[in-house]
């Protein structure tokens, strides 16, 4: 069984979780990091925020801030995890960013 790590904030990412329970015919482990918290404009340590282990097979992240988004992909790229953040405009870590 395939683990998938989601990072969403306020539930951005629950339709897509959602048709990956429903159509994915129980080939997937999903857990979900979900991020409520009111957030600064400029997020410098973003480690309050996102976790200093993963242990997954791969991270769908559909966080809105962008200093998050990166830092996630950095952390994935460190890891040796593949990261899929579509419609963003990562520039730094190895994302996969299709267009939405």
């Known amino acids: ?18 048709g990956i329970k429903r159509f994915g015919n129980n080939n997937f482990s999903i857990e979900i990091i979900d991020i409520n ?5 400029i ?21 809105k801030h962008p200093d998050l ?10 890891k040796k995890i593949p990261i899929i953040a579509s419609g963003k405009k990562i520039t730094l870590g190895e994302a996969f960013t299709p267009l939405t």
């Open 37 to 41: 918290l009111p957030l600064p404009f």
């Open 1 to 18: 069984m395939q683990k998938i790590t989601v990072f969403q904030e306020n539930g951005s990412g629950n339709s897509k979780i959602a």
């Open 69 to 78: 988004s990166t830092d996630l992909a950095l952390l994935c790229q460190k």
């Open 43 to 63: 997020i410098d340590d973003a480690s309050k925020y996102l976790p200093l282990n993963l242990n997954t097979d791969l991270v769908l992240d559909f966080l």
